[in-house]
């Protein structure tokens, strides 16, 4: 049955904080924003639901030609004007709703009831189309779990979770820290700091920093600790470490719901450079399986900056931005896409998928001192694309990566001390600060780098990374899609973690006489998980076990001269938590213990790196 706030409405083209009840009681603030001069509907919806204060300007509201930020009202009207209403709300827990913020956990049931409550609203046709970005892109994927009768098209951005476990919270069994990071900073903008000043002014005399050479941390005494709720959904995101049923929820774990979802419209875009790349590729894959209308758009970008030309420290020009790769801004292809699935205007919907090959640039400095990658859009119509072929690269003792497995044997060993991890630098992350930020890096440890031991000095010269690579390029080699590593190892302890990272390395120039290796893409194992992610096993001692390292999928053009490189360790912090290498599950063990680590090469040990490669011509 049809209800109604048109009562609060009257000729108002918005209202505020109507707080909308949820199936427990609790009411969640919500504004509405209606089409001006369009009569009094009804008309279809988009929703956008979010933890970060509903009428806060969005970082990631912004186009290539209109620099500046829309503000949240200025936003909303783009989509009025075109016929819609649109939806905007705080999330559980957060700003102007009710109840307790426990992250992620409840989102699914909460998106499910404002769909259902908005449907029923008189001035709605009955179509809610959702959109957002990072977080508001988790809740669409939850909700849409759920089966809401009213959900008509949804555009994730940089998220929506296809596995937390496996892309956002952990990966290859380890705790991506960036879940600490935000939350020590939303905890210090949570309704609890606000109502108790002390606990405020002790988060706001914390330095995080100094806190993170102080690992590990136990419930109660952590930096967290003045706001619990914000402390104990961390620890339970560090302590559940195994695939288990905490994880296997729709606002977590969408993969497992593929099947029964509605069949309804979905985009997914991401970057390289941002976390949940894993993500967006797992959701298209698994919904067009599945028989959705789905498509994949994947740019060279950091989390949500989709119209800027640079990652880090790294330009890849003009061609490089949404509007390039789509034709048109975000916020007009939105708009376009609603119109098309909600509205039944007759436009091109465009490739299913867009993704950006980096590459190609001249190497200079720039004005604004980023290297010069550059790289170009391609499309396809599946992920990896069609047009591809799985390669590989096998390691060799010696320090090689060949096209074929070498002949000899060989081993080569590395000493991991848990006190001393492998710095990041560079990579998919975001909500780092002040610890790490995303992006393309050459791979060299700087003064303001957090872990930096030896500013000026290489990643690669340290004595617990090995180093693969090919010989200076004779042709170019494209490589686009899925990465894995697929190595052969043993350790003197029962559990500790193997580390990789693809790089593009530069030859010397003049702007970079030492060269430039640039990060394309890492990954990481817990060992113990070498078998699935919902069991642990120990390695046994003395024996070679076959393990497979996971990476962020990536497209880029090595150049006739590059080399192409792979660095594996087994620490890559502070993006993932440090293994202690004592006992299997004591992730947060204060025993720490140094690990060595040994690699196999040869015929019976084939160690190499996975991807999948374009035909020369493309």
Known sequence: MKMSVASERGDADALRDIMVPMRDGVRLATDVFFPAHAGHGPWPAIL????????????NEYT?????????????????????????QDCRGRYGSEGRFTKYRGEAEDGFDTLDWIARQDWCDGQVATMGMSYSAHTQMAAACLN?????AMICDCGGFSNAYQGGIRFGGALELKQVTWAFRHALRSRAAAADPVAKAALEATDLRDWMHRLPWTEGHSPLSPIPDYEK????????????????IPALYSAGWYRSMRKIPSVHISGWYDPYAVTAVENFTGLRDAGHDTSLILGPWTHGNRSRTY????????DCTFESGVGQDFVQFRIDTFRRHLLGTDLPAGPAVRYFVMGGGDGRRNA??????????????????ETSAPAHLFLCATGGLRQRPPETSGKRSFLFDPENPVPTIGGPITSGAPLMVGGAFDQVETQDLFGATCPGMPLASRADVLVFETPPLQQAMTIAGNVSVRLFISSDRPTTDITAKLVDVYPPSSDYPHGYAMNLSDGILRTCYRDGFNHQRALPEGEVVE????????????EIGHRIRLEISSSNFPRFDVNPN?????????????????????????????FTSLPADQ
Do not use: I
């Open 233 to 248: 959904f961390l620890f339970e995101q560090w302590t559940h470490n195994s695939f288990d049923d905490y994880w296997k």
């Open 368 to 385: 604004e001192g980023r290297m010069q990658h550059g790289g170009r859009w391609h499309f396809a119509d599946t992920w990896p694309p």
């Open 582 to 610: 004592f006992e299997v599950g004591h992730d947060l063990s204060a025993v720490r213990c140094r690990a060595l680590n040994t690699l196999y090469f040869g015929s019976d040990h084939p160690a190499c790196v996975q």
């Open 311 to 318: 990652a880090g420290n790294v330009d890849f020009g003009t």
């Open 148 to 152: 809401p009768p009213a959900l008509a």
């Open 64 to 88: 290539q030609h209109h620099p500046d930020v829309f503000g949240r009202e200025e936003l909303a009207r783009f989509f009025t004007d075109a016929g819609f209403v649109v939806v905007f």
């Open 48 to 59: 956008e639901r979010t933890p970060y204060d509903k009428r806060e300007a969005r970082v």
């Open 547 to 558: 393990v497979t390292v996971p990476l962020y999928p990536t497209a880029n053009r090595f």
